[in-house]
């Protein structure tokens, strides 16, 4: 079993800054990419940004330059540094772990951000 468990959602202010984090465990070594989706009431899921172990990174049009991902390879985890928030950031934030294909979720955290 692998799992994937997220911290560090929480409610903040237009402009304010959250760190969310992700960490794997259970019975993998690594993931070919982690990333992060949002999910908004109503709305489709969306990638936010994601990240290969080889470093390349991904991120909507939306978070770019204010969002920054990063991992930890030993640690198998990964974190979204999101500054200058904005209401519309306003979603549950699931991580995600591909392994050969396969999607890894964890079961997300709420970012809700007031104007």
């Known amino acids: 079993q692998v799992h994937l468990v997220e911290s560090g959602g929480g409610l903040v202010q237009a402009g304010g800054s959250l760190r969310p984090s992700c960490a794997a465990s259970?019975?993998?070594?690594?993931?070919?990419?982690m990333g992060w989706y949002r999910q908004a009431p109503g709305k489709q899921r969306e990638l936010v940004a994601m990240?290969?172990?080889?470093?390349?990174?991904n991120y909507a049009d939306s978070v770019k330059g204010r969002f920054t991902i990063s991992r930890d390879n030993a640690k198998i985890t990964v974190y979204l540094q999101m500054n200058s928030l904005k209401p519309e950031d306003t979603a549950v934030y699931l991580c995600?772990?591909?392994?050969?294909?396969?999607?890894?979720w964890g079961q997300g955290t709420q970012v809700t951000v007031s104007s």
């Open positions: 990240i290969s172990s080889g470093g390349s990174i």
């Open positions: 259970g019975r993998i070594f690594s993931f070919d990419a």
């Open positions: 995600n772990g591909i392994l050969y294909g396969f999607h890894y």
